[in-house]
């Protein structure tokens, strides 16, 4: 069971919006730590997407955004392309188990 | 922009240990940390621990203490993470990630990852 929690699965149609939440804490999220967020292809490099709750590395297309309430982190990506089909996980610190935990990770599928 | 490569598969007996390395090119080795981080079959992403670049400073999972040591070659530019006792939960593929945080560990986020290295533990 992952500290943070994830929506094991979201889906859309090419060009419409989705969002991914991630929940924690107290002692994770809601403590103020930095939630970032990663795009994986299996058998892939997983790929930076968002850091600092809502910054995107260069390169990353401005359909990626990310946002950050209370104990709650969200990525919503908008023009949803079938290229964005992957595995998508939220990262963050927690305090009270000093380590840093991710998300259980969510499949997004492009309908 | 930078870019880590990480050795083949290995497969290994309960007990065994094993060793996995991750080549940095393209960027200052030791300007920054190498995280590792894990994921076993069917299972979400498991931070394992970080290992600066530039004086060797560790900082390890908990769970993993006293099974894991991760060390680096700056003349290679390349990091090792070796596991010891295997279970049949190692079973898993390990990921580097270069990590922002260059010689004390601060939680940051991971910016270039390896593509993975396969690790099979078997009874």
């Known amino acids: 069971q992952s500290v943070l929690t994830q929506p094991p699965s979201v889906s859309g149609a090419p060009g419409q919006r989705v969002t991914i939440s991630c929940t924690g804490s107290s002692s994770n999220i809601g403590a103020g730590y930095y939630v970032h967020w990663y795009q994986h292809l299996p058998g892939t490099a997983p790929k930076l997407l968002i850091y600092g709750n809502s910054n995107r590395p260069s390169g990353v297309p401005d359909r990626f955004s990310g946002s950050k309430s209370g104990t709650s982190a969200s990525l919503a990506i908008t023009g949803l392309q079938a290229e964005d089909e992957a595995d998508y996980y939220c990262?963050?610190?927690?305090?009270?188990?000093?380590?840093?935990?991710f998300g259980g990770g969510t499949k997004l599928t492009v309908l | 922009q930078g870019q880590l490569v990480q050795s083949g598969t290995e497969v290994k007996k309960a007990g065994a240990s094993v060793k996995v390395s991750c080549k940095g090119s393209?960027?200052?080795?030791?300007?920054?940390?190498i995280s590792w981080v894990r994921q076993a079959p069917g299972q979400g992403l498991e931070w394992m621990g970080w290992i600066s670049a530039y004086n060797g400073n560790t900082n390890y999972a908990q769970k993993l203490q006293g099974r894991v040591t991760m060390t680096t070659d700056t003349s290679t530019s390349t990091a090792y993470m070796e596991l010891r006792s295997l279970r049949s939960d190692d079973t898993a593929v390990y990921y580097c990630a270069r990590d922002p945080a260059g010689t004390t560990y601060s939680y940051n986020y991971l910016d270039v990852w390896g593509k993975g290295t396969t690790v099979t533990v078997s009874s």
């Open positions: 393209g960027y200052s080795f030791t300007s920054y940390g």
């Open positions: 990262h963050s610190y927690d305090s009270s188990l000093s380590v840093v935990v």
